[in-house]
C-alpha cells in the first residue's frame, strides 16, 4: 500500500498501568446504567476537604487541583462542585451547557497563566477513553512539548 498501515495495541501486555487501572473502574461503574446518585468519588473527599488537595482555583461552580499522579510538568484537573449526574462528559444534560463552558474556560485561564507556551485539555470518556473517576473532570497538561496523536 501506498499509505502507512497503522496498527492499533489491542493485547492487555500494552496496556499502561493507567489504562489498566481505568479499564477496570469504567467496568465496576457501568456507566451505561449509573448516574452516580448515591456513589460518592475520591473528588468529594477533595471537595469537602475530608482529604487535603493541592488547590489552584475555585469559584462558586468550579474546583481545580493538581493531579497526584501528575503526566506532565503541569497536571491539573478542573471539575464541577456539584456533580449532579456528570458523571462523565458523555452525561452531560442540554441545561448543562453553561457549566461546560464554564469549565473549559477556567481551564483557559489556569493553562495560560501556567503553560504560557501552551497546554492540552483532556476529557477521558468511558472505559475506552481511559475514564477511571466519574466526576466529571478537564484535564489541563502543559509545561513539556505535548506529542501528536495522543496514545
Ligand atoms: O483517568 P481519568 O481521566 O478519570 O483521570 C482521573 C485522574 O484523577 C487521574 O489522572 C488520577 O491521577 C487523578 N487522581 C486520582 C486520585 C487523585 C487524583 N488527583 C488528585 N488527588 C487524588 N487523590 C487524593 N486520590 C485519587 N485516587
Redesign the pocket.
Known amino acids: 500500500p501506498q499509505f502507512p498501515i497503522r496498527l492499533f495495541a489491542s493485547d492487555s501486555s500494552e496496556m499502561s498501568d ?1 489504562v489498566a487501572k ?1 479499564k477496570e473502574a469504567a467496568k465496576a461503574f457501568d456507566l451505561s446504567s449509573s448516574d452516580g446518585a448515591g456513589s460518592d468519588t ?1 473528588f468529594d ?2 471537595l469537602s476537604g475530608e ?1 487535603p ?1 493541592d488547590k489552584v482555583y475555585e469559584d462558586d461552580k468550579a474546583f481545580a ?5 501528575p ?1 506532565a510538568p503541569v ?1 491539573i ?1 478542573v471539575i464541577p462542585k456539584k456533580r449532579d449526574g456528570l458523571v462523565s462528559l458523555s452525561k452531560a444534560r442540554e441545561d448543562q451547557k453553561e457549566l461546560l463552558g464554564h469549565l473549559i474556560y477556567v481551564a483557559q485561564e489556569i493553562g495560560k497563566k501556567e503553560c504560557p507556551k501552551g497546554f492540552r485539555l ?1 476529557i ?1 470518556d468511558g472505559e475506552e477513553g ?4 466519574f466526576h466529571l ?1 478537564i ?1 489541563i497538561l502543559g509545561g513539556r512539548q505535548m506529542n501528536w496523536p495522543p496514545g
Open positions: 493507567e481505568a475520591v473527599k477533595l482529604w488537595s487541583f493538581r493531579d497526584v499522579s503526566q497536571h484537573l483532556v477521558n481511559a475514564q477511571s473517576v473532570h484535564h
